[in-house]
């Protein structure tokens, strides 16, 4: 980055006045500042400037060339956007560390770590760089519109971050196998009462927020309506019923469609195994 002839004029006029009295005392630098000002260099970049011609000083006499300050302003720049840039990916994967963190249950009976909740919108726009094909837009409501393939292609990016090889986990979809034993545990209240899950009686034909009724002991969270979820093992087949469906229809519902289809009372439960 070349410095335009503003900050070349108060690189100098900066030079000057360490030349002369070999450092900088408070009237020297509020006058420079305020001549900087008015020639359009901000207080950051006069900062920059200062400390620039203050590290090219050698014995407190010889002081770097313009084109020196140039390459040095210009690196401090680089490191500025590189860390702008890292600050922002550690915003966007968010998600993705809090899910690892607090929305898993360890299941060693099953040699597995089970997801609370179905897959949210924001942890899938946090993997999958923005996109969200939901149909009924929250990003605390369960990912929908996805197929079986969005899925896998899904799980891929999510296991090649950075957070999750760190952690050694790898992530897969539930198997129907997996589902059933989940489902058998579950004691009479669970299974017969509307506490803890959307159903077409109560839902209102929507998706609602993951996590908004009650837990079953396990910890786990709709495992029966809200959106049925793909199973890993079974190309195409869903379960667990949706917000369409019967509360009783619900544990027994499995339902087969081709990979490619996006149905909006479909999504996905994350199960990851350590290595």
């Not at 060693?108 to 094909?133: E, R, S, Y």
């Amino acid at each position: 980055m070349e410095l335009n002839d503003n900050e070349k004029k108060v690189l100098d006029a900066i030079q000057n006045v360490l030349r002369q009295k070999g450092s900088l005392d408070m009237m020297s630098r509020m006058a420079l500042q305020k001549d900087a000002a008015a020639n359009g260099v901000g207080a950051l970049r006069f900062r920059e400037l200062e400390k620039a011609a203050k590290e090219g000083a050698v014995g407190g006499t010889s002081l770097m060339s313009s084109a020196d300050a140039a390459k040095q302003i210009s690196d401090v720049d680089q490191q500025m956007a590189s860390r702008k840039h890292e600050i922002e990916m550690e915003r966007n994967h968010q998600p993705i560390i809090e899910f690892m963190e607090s929305g898993l249950i360890s299941r060693p009976d099953m040699n597995c770590l089970i997801a609370k909740t179905h897959v949210t919108q924001k942890l899938w726009a946090a993997v999958m760089d923005g996109d969200d094909p939901s149909f009924f837009k929250d990003p605390d409501r369960p990912v929908e519109s996805v197929s079986w393939n969005d899925c896998n292609k899904f799980i891929e990016k999510l296991n090649s971050f950075r957070e999750v090889k760190d952690r050694k986990f790898q992530f897969r979809m539930i198997r129907d196998t997996e589902w059933d034993t989940l489902i058998k545990e579950l004691n009479a209240d669970e299974k017969e009462s509307e506490d803890y899950g959307w159903f077409w009686k109560n839902s209102n034909y929507a998706t609602h927020s993951v996590a908004t009724k009650k837990a079953y002991k396990s910890g786990l969270y709709d495992l029966v309506g809200n959106v049925m979820s793909w199973v890993v093992n079974s190309k195409g087949v869903c379960v667990g019923g949706c917000y369409r469906s019967g509360h009783s229809d619900c544990f027994r519902e499995q339902i087969s469609y081709v990979p490619e289809e996006k149905i909006n009372y479909v999504g996905l439960r994350l199960v990851a195994m350590k290595f």
